[in-house]
Protein backbone atom coordinates (compact mmCIF):
# COMPACT_ATOMS: atom_id res chain seq x y z
CA UNK A 1 0.00 0.00 0.00
CA UNK A 2 2.41 2.48 0.62
CA UNK A 3 4.36 1.60 -2.61
CA UNK A 4 0.60 2.38 -4.37
CA UNK A 5 0.94 5.77 -2.35
CA UNK A 6 4.85 6.74 -3.48
CA UNK A 7 3.94 5.91 -6.71
CA UNK A 8 0.66 8.20 -6.72
CA UNK A 9 2.50 10.73 -4.99
CA UNK A 10 5.21 10.87 -7.73
CA UNK A 11 2.83 10.96 -10.47
CA UNK A 12 0.63 13.65 -8.81
CA UNK A 13 3.14 15.63 -7.14
CA UNK A 14 1.16 15.97 -4.21
CA UNK A 15 2.87 16.51 -0.87
CA UNK A 16 2.45 13.29 1.56
CA UNK A 17 1.61 13.83 5.43
CA UNK A 18 3.75 11.25 7.27
CA UNK A 19 3.89 10.13 10.56
CA UNK A 20 7.77 9.76 11.59
CA UNK A 21 8.78 7.92 14.16
CA UNK A 22 12.32 8.81 15.59
CA UNK A 23 14.79 6.05 17.07
CA UNK A 24 17.91 7.65 19.12
CA UNK A 25 19.27 6.91 22.39
CA UNK A 26 17.14 4.06 22.50
CA UNK A 27 14.16 6.94 22.63
CA UNK A 28 11.00 6.56 20.48
CA UNK A 29 10.01 10.47 19.23
CA UNK A 30 6.73 11.24 16.72
CA UNK A 31 5.85 13.83 14.74
CA UNK A 32 4.50 14.49 11.46
CA UNK A 33 6.12 15.87 8.56
CA UNK A 34 4.76 16.54 4.98
CA UNK A 35 6.90 15.39 1.99
CA UNK A 36 7.62 18.99 1.12
CA UNK A 37 8.30 19.89 4.72
CA UNK A 38 11.58 20.25 6.74
CA UNK A 39 14.96 18.09 5.88
CA UNK A 40 14.24 14.49 8.57
CA UNK A 41 16.91 16.05 10.63
CA UNK A 42 15.89 19.18 11.25
CA UNK A 43 11.97 18.17 11.83
CA UNK A 44 13.39 15.82 14.18
CA UNK A 45 15.83 18.53 16.09
CA UNK A 46 12.31 20.88 16.10
CA UNK A 47 10.52 17.81 18.15
CA UNK A 48 13.36 17.81 20.82
CA UNK A 49 15.94 14.99 19.52
CA UNK A 50 19.28 15.78 19.60
CA UNK A 51 19.84 14.07 16.38
CA UNK A 52 23.22 14.86 14.96
CA UNK A 53 24.09 16.87 12.11
CA UNK A 54 27.30 18.91 10.59
CA UNK A 55 27.47 19.44 7.37
CA UNK A 56 24.08 19.45 6.22
CA UNK A 57 25.09 18.95 2.23
CA UNK A 58 24.87 15.06 2.40
CA UNK A 59 28.83 14.84 2.07
CA UNK A 60 29.71 14.26 6.25
CA UNK A 61 27.76 11.43 6.70
CA UNK A 62 27.55 12.42 10.72
CA UNK A 63 23.44 12.42 10.35
CA UNK A 64 23.64 8.93 9.01
CA UNK A 65 20.24 6.74 9.98
CA UNK A 66 18.98 3.85 8.86
CA UNK A 67 15.08 3.53 7.71
CA UNK A 68 13.15 1.10 9.25
CA UNK A 69 9.59 1.47 7.90
CA UNK A 70 9.15 3.33 4.87
CA UNK A 71 10.53 4.98 2.25
CA UNK A 72 12.19 8.76 1.24
CA UNK A 73 13.49 11.04 -1.21
CA UNK A 74 17.36 11.88 -1.10
CA UNK A 75 18.01 15.05 -2.80
CA UNK A 76 21.61 14.20 -2.69
CA UNK A 77 23.67 11.13 -1.06
CA UNK A 78 27.42 11.86 -1.75
CA UNK A 79 28.25 10.30 1.32
CA UNK A 80 26.90 6.99 1.13
CA UNK A 81 27.63 3.97 -0.39
CA UNK A 82 25.45 2.06 -3.25
CA UNK A 83 25.47 -0.96 -0.46
CA UNK A 84 24.42 1.22 2.39
CA UNK A 85 21.19 3.09 0.41
CA UNK A 86 20.55 -0.76 -0.46
CA UNK A 87 20.56 -1.64 3.35
CA UNK A 88 18.09 1.14 4.67
CA UNK A 89 20.81 3.56 5.48
CA UNK A 90 19.90 7.41 4.36
CA UNK A 91 21.07 10.98 5.03
CA UNK A 92 18.37 12.90 7.43
CA UNK A 93 20.04 15.85 6.19
CA UNK A 94 18.89 15.48 2.84
CA UNK A 95 15.74 13.00 3.14
CA UNK A 96 12.10 13.49 3.24
CA UNK A 97 9.75 11.17 3.49
CA UNK A 98 7.61 9.68 0.47
CA UNK A 99 5.48 7.37 2.57
CA UNK A 100 2.49 8.00 5.21
CA UNK A 101 4.87 6.68 8.01
CA UNK A 102 8.11 6.25 8.49
CA UNK A 103 10.27 4.99 11.11
CA UNK A 104 13.97 5.92 11.63
CA UNK A 105 16.64 4.61 13.74
CA UNK A 106 19.80 6.68 14.69
CA UNK A 107 21.06 3.87 16.85
CA UNK A 108 21.94 1.35 14.28
S1 LIG B 1 25.01 16.43 8.05
FE1 LIG B 1 26.64 15.87 6.73
S2 LIG B 1 25.74 14.36 5.43
FE2 LIG B 1 24.06 15.04 6.67
Avoid at 58 to 65: D, E, R, S, V
Avoid at 71 to 97: A, F, W
Amino acid sequence: MHQEQTILHTLTNTPVQCQVTVIFDGERTQFELPSDGKALVDAAIDAGVDAPWSCHAGICCTCKAKVLEGQVHMKHRYGLLDEEIEQGYILTCQSHPTSETLVVDYDV
